[in-house]
C-alpha cells in the first residue's frame, strides 16, 4: 500500500464511530480509507442483542449491525481494508499512517475511532486462566457453559446484560459487585432481578481465580472456583464456579496516539465540541474520546460528527493551506501533547 497517494481520509477503527465516520465521508465523495485494526466491529461485534439502536424496534444482533454498518459505508464509496495502525506520525502534514501490513500511508485528514477495550481484574488466575474459564465475552463463550455454574463480576450495564444472557446456559450465574448498589439501567436491573437463576454477592471483590489441572500432563487448566473476599465482614472464602465472566468498565485504546495527541490522564483523547483533537486535521470519534456516553448510537453520532468536521477542514485546507490552518489554531496545536 505504500505510494505516493495521499488519502484525503483515513479512519482508524471499525467500531459504530468508525463506520458512520466512513458513511459520511464517502457520501462526501472522500473515498475514505477505513483501517479495521484486529476487533472488526469494535465492542458491539461481540455483543448478543442490540435493542436500542433506532430505527430496529425488533432488536438486532451486534455482528448484524456491524454488517450493515458496514455494507453502508461501502455502498457510498468507503473501502475498508483488514490493517492494524502500528505507528502515526501527526507531527507532518499529510499525515503519515504505518501499517502492520508494511504500508506507510499518508492522509490529509484523520478520524481516530479505536474504541476501548475490556478492563482486567489484575488478580492471580485471570490472565493464566483467560479461555480456561476466564471469559470477557459472554455471548462468545457462554454456549461452553451449559449446566454450569458462572460468577459475573460487576455492577453495570455489561455485567447485567451479559449475566442474563448466560442465564440462557448457565444453571445459575452469581454477580459478584464491589459494592452494595448496582450501576446498570433500571431497566436491566428490574430484568435481572426477576431472573431466578441469577444470585447476588454484594460488597464482594474476586481476589483470586482457581483452576484444577493443567499441571503438564497435557490436560489444560479448568477453572473450579473463584476466591471471594466480602468487604464488609472482612471473611475470605473459596466460591465454586466453573467460569468467571468480567465485565468491570472499559480502557481507552489511546497507546498509539502517546506523544502525538493530547491525552487525558484517563487515556481518552481532548477533543473539542467539535471533535478536533489537539493537532489540526485529525479528530477523535466515540469511546476513544468519550467516557461518558458510550453507547453505539452516541458513538456512531460522534462519528457522524467528526465526518462533517473532516469534510470542511479539507475545504479549509484546500483554500488556506496546512500552514495557514495550524497557524490560527495555535501554537499548542502545533506542538501534539
Ligand atoms: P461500567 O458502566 O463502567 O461498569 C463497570 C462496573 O465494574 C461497575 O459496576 C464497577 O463498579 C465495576 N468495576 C470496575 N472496576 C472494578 C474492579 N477492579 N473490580 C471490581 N469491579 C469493578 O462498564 P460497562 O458495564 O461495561 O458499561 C460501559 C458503558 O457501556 C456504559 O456507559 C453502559 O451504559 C454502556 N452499555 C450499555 C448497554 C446497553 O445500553 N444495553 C450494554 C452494555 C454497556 P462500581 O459500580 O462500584 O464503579
Avoid at 83 to 95: I, R, T
Avoid at 175 to 182: A, G, N, P, S, T
Avoid at 244 to 263: D, E, K
Amino acid at each position: 500500500m505504500s505510494d505516493n497517494t495521499v488519502e484525503q481520509v483515513i479512519i482508524i477503527g471499525s467500531g459504530p464511530a468508525g463506520y458512520t465516520a466512513a458513511l459520511y465521508t464517502g457520501r462526501a465523495n472522500l473515498r475514505p480509507l477505513l483501517l479495521t485494526g484486529n476487533e472488526v466491529g469494535g465492542q458491539v461485534a461481540i455483543t448478543y442483542e442490540v435493542e436500542n439502536y433506532p430505527g430496529f424496534p425488533e432488536g438486532l444482533t451486534g455482528p448484524q449491525l456491524v454488517e450493515k454498518f458496514q455494507q453502508q459505508a461501502e455502498k457510498f464509496g468507503a473501502r475498508i481494508e483488514y490493517d492494524w495502525v502500528n505507528e502515526v506520525d501527526f507531527s507532518q502534514h499529510p499525515f503519515v499512517v504505518r501499517t502492520a501490513s508494511g504500508g506507510e500511508l499518508r492522509a490529509e485528514s484523520v478520524i481516530v475511532s479505536t474504541g476501548a477495550t475490556h478492563r482486567k481484574l489484575d488478580v492471580p488466575g485471570e490472565k493464566e486462566y483467560t479461555g480456561f474459564g476466564v471469559s470477557y465475552c459472554g455471548t462468545c463463550d457462554g454456549f461452553f457453559f451449559r449446566g454450569k455454574e458462572v460468577i459475573v463480576v460487576g455492577g453495570g450495564d455489561s455485567a447485567l446484560e451479559e449475566g442474563i444472557f448466560l442465564t440462557k446456559f448457565a444453571s445459575k450465574v452469581t454477580l459478584v459487585h464491589r459494592r452494595d448498589e448496582l450501576r446498570a439501567s433500571k431497566i436491566l436491573q428490574d430484568r435481572a432481578f426477576a431472573n431466578p437463576k441469577i444470585a447476588y454477592k454484594w460488597s464482594t471483590v474476586v481476589e483470586r481465580i482457581n483452576a484444577a489441572g493443567g499441571d503438564g500432563n497435557g490436560t489444560p487448566p479448568k477453572v473450579v472456583s473463584a476466591t471471594l473476599r466480602d468487604l464488609k465482614s472482612g471473611e475470605v472464602y473459596d466460591f465454586p464456579a466453573d467460569g468467571v465472566f468480567v465485565f468491570v468498565g472499559h480502557t481507552p485504546n489511546s497507546q498509539l496516539f502517546n506523544g502525538q495527541l493530547a491525552i487525558d490522564d484517563a487515556g481518552y483523547i481532548q477533543t473539542d465540541r467539535r471533535y478536533h483533537t489537539s493537532v489540526p486535521g485529525v479528530f477523535a470519534a466515540g469511546e476513544i474520546q468519550d467516557p461518558i456516553f458510550r453507547q453505539v448510537i452516541t458513538s456512531a453520532g460522534q462519528g457522524a460528527a467528526a465526518a462533517m468536521q473532516a469534510e470542511k477542514f479539507l475545504g479549509e485546507l484546500e483554500a488556506h493551506g496546512y500552514r495557514q490552518i495550524a497557524a490560527e489554531r495555535g501554537p499548542a496545536a502545533l506542538t501534539p501533547a
